[in-house]
T-cell receptor, first 113, second 112 residues
Framework: KQEVTQIPAALSVPEGENLVLNCSFT??????LQWFRQDPGKGLTSLLL?????REQTSGRLNASLDKSSGRSTLYIAASQPGDSATYLC????????????FGSGTQLTVLP | GAGVSQTPSNKVTEKGKYVELRCDPI?????LYWYRQSLGQGPEFLIY????????DSGLPNDRFFAVRPEGSVSTLKIQRTERGDSAVYLC??????????FGEGSRLTVL
């Protein structure tokens, strides 16, 4: 059974700082890995999706990497802003017939002005 | 509509009552998913539809939970004899490409 772990559970940084969020998964036979943002009381917004054949994806100040062999993904946020404050969730989709995403518990990020 | 729509956004009910939660996916998306999210946790898979049929219902916690998608579009999650432990946010998602899910804002269920 795929297990996804996110460390740290919570992170507080001053505005302008670069930061890295970590995600690890136990089964390396993944189809893709996705990072989501969740604001309080809201649904999930997809940020980046990395296919298993890719090593990284970039969107604006966000960069996500994937290392299947070590079972890790990182989300790098450059020049953080207070508006980046949210919970960040990673989710892995296993290869094969399974279509369910397995989520981590998330990292709650607070960017202080 | 432009996104996944879920109703109601909030539902408060008493223990033992029956509840229905509705999901209207993005038009044209053939796959539909239900997830449950407890406070401080990531979403947990409940059930996945491909078209009208439930392709994977392995995440449903027990037989009090049931979901339908009769015409391959709108889906309803049904919970019988609700218990306090059923309190959570129920998220619906739809997709066209495997693994690329678009989520609604969820239905927050509180069982008193």
């Amino acid at each position: 059974k795929q297990e996804v772990t996110q460390i740290p559970a919570a992170l507080s940084v001053p505005e302008g700082e670069n930061l890295v969020l970590n995600c690890s998964f136990t089964d390396s036979a993944i189809y893709n890995l996705q990072w989501f943002r969740q604001d309080p009381g809201k649904g999930l917004t997809s940020l980046l999706l990395i296919q298993s054949s890719q090593r990284e994806q970039t969107s604006g100040r966000l960069n996500a990497s994937l290392d299947k062999s070590s079972g890790r993904s990182t989300l790098y946020i450059a020049a953080s802003q207070p508006g980046d404050s949210a919970t960040y969730l990673c989710a892995a989709l296993l290869s094969g017939s399974a279509r369910q995403l397995t989520f981590g518990s998330g990292t709650q990020l607070t960017v202080l002005p | 509509g432009a996104g996944v729509s879920q109703t109601p956004s909030n539902k408060v009910t008493e223990k033992g009552k029956y509840v229905e939660l509705r999901c209207d996916p993005i038009s044209g998306h053939t796959a539909l998913y239900w997830y449950r999210q407890s406070l401080g946790q990531g979403p947990e898979f409940l059930i996945y539809f491909q078209g009208t049929g439930a392709a994977d219902d392995s995440g449903l916690p027990n037989d009090r939970f049931f979901a339908v998608r009769p015409e391959g579009s709108v889906s309803t999650l049904k919970i019988q004899r609700t218990e306090r432990g059923d309190s959570a946010v129920y998220l619906c998602a739809s997709s066209l490409i495997p693994g690329e899910l678009f989520f609604g804002e969820g239905s927050r269920l509180t069982v008193l």
